[in-house]
């Protein structure tokens, strides 16, 4: 009797010791680090609570091509690092079976100040974006059923899902949210021009004088710091023939929104060519003769552009200097988000 006791408490005191020892991992957050001067982020991080291991299970999941149906295309398939996120030198992206996408891919960046999402506003939560590309046919083309069943069957998964969220579900809501932590931290603000805005570097004369065209010209709709103002507006593209893109109206089915398209972030601009919702514009040069010359002023065209955007050649010499500040090339290496890089996110260093 006296040597069970013994027995028993001698286990129970080990069983204590070990489990002193291994504690049940929590995962570790991460604060969301807001750049000096920007405005509060729009996204809840209270829902989907930012942490080392939720990154690190989004990132894996961004640069995986089991999320399509042919296991080739991934988010980062589409949205290339060293362009910002956008699809490097094509006006469309390739997807499934080579088809093509029927709008240009936008950069992804400071997207926790943004709260709608595509060209045209369609979609109204980062989480659910994902689901978009995933069912496209001519984009992944997976249904979500046999993603959950492909990562199901990969053990690395079922440990990452572990250290994110305590337990090994896999579900969609999961997914989505995991994808949303790696792309929240994906902050670009340290350009040149950013480093002049905090004093800590000078512009040239020509990127002086081009940000003081670009304060008259441009920054009713571009305005810093995210430069955009997240409106939609007509700019005075006319429609293209064969892919008939009313822009807002898809969503609205208003005609007063035929036509207007998301006022596009400029940052990282030199990077991120073709240029137009449809990726039209080869170069910004195309873009400006557009702008002063092309336009076309139809009864939704903002009304800024009545008398178009008028601009000599100087002032489009100058106002290249100026977007060329909006390079950042801290962002487009940072080997957080680079598909080869470091996995964990390393806590709010940076910006
Ligand atoms: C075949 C190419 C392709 C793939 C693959 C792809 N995307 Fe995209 N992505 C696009 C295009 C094109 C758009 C713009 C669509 C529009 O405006 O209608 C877009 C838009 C977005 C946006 C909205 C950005 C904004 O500023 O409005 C986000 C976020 C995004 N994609 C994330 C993802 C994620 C996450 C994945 C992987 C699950 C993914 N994409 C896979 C081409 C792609
Ligand atoms: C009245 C609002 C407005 C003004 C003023 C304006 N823009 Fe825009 N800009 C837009 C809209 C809307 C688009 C998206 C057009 C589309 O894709 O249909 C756009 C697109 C762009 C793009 C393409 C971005 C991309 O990623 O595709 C660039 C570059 C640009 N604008 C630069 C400028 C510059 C430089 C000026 C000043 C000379 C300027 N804009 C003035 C509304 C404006």
Not at 165 to 170: E, F, H, M, R, S
Not at 187 to 207: A, Q, R, T, W
């Amino acid at each position: 009797m006296r040597k069970a006791g013994i027995l028993g408490l001698t286990a129970m005191v080990l069983l204590m010791i070990i489990s002193w020892m291994n504690p049940p991992k929590k995962p570790h957050p991460i604060k969301f680090p807001i750049p000096k001067g920007w405005p509060q982020p729009l996204y809840d991080f209270k829902s989907n609570p930012l942490t080392e291991e939720g990154f690190a299970l989004g990132k894996k999941l961004f640069y995986d091509g089991r999320l399509s149906k042919d296991n080739q295309i991934s988010c980062g398939t589409c949205h290339q690092q060293f362009a910002a996120f956008t699809t490097f030198d094509h006006p469309l992206s390739h997807g499934f079976n080579n088809q093509q996408t029927t709008r240009n891919a936008p950069s992804l960046q400071n997207l926790a100040w943004q709260s709608n999402f595509m060209a045209d506003g369609g979609i109204t939560h980062l989480d659910l974006q994902p689901l978009a590309p995933i069912t496209a046919e001519n984009e992944m083309a997976e249904t979500l059923e046999n993603i959950i069943a492909k990562i199901k069957a990969d053990k690395e998964y079922a440990k990452l899902f572990q250290a994110a969220y305590g337990n090994a579900n896999i579900n969609t809501q999961r997914i989505g949210k995991a994808l949303s932590q790696f792309m929240l931290l994906m902050i670009s603000s340290n350009s040149k021009y950013d480093k002049v805005m905090l004093g800590i570097d000078s512009f040239s004369l020509p990127e002086k004088l081009g940000y003081g065209i670009f304060q008259n010209k441009c920054a009713s709709c571009h305005p810093a710091p995210l430069f955009t103002d997240n409106q939609y507006r007509n700019a005075g593209l006319p429609q293209d023939e064969v892919l008939k893109d009313l822009g807002r109206m898809r969503i609205t089915n208003q005609s007063a929104d035929s036509l207007k398209f998301k006022v596009p972030s400029l940052r990282n601009i030199a990077l991120t060519a073709p240029y137009g919702h449809d990726g039209r514009f080869f170069a910004l040069s195309n873009l400006f003769e557009h702008y002063r010359k092309q336009m076309v002023l139809g009864p939704t065209t903002d009304p800024q552009f009545s008398n178009r955007l008028p601009l000599s050649n100087f002032e489009i010499g100058q106002l290249k200097a100026f977007l060329n500040t909006l390079t950042d090339s801290v962002f487009i290496k940072d080997p957080r988000f680079s598909e080869l890089g470091i996995t964990n996110a390393p806590g709010n260093h940076g910006h």
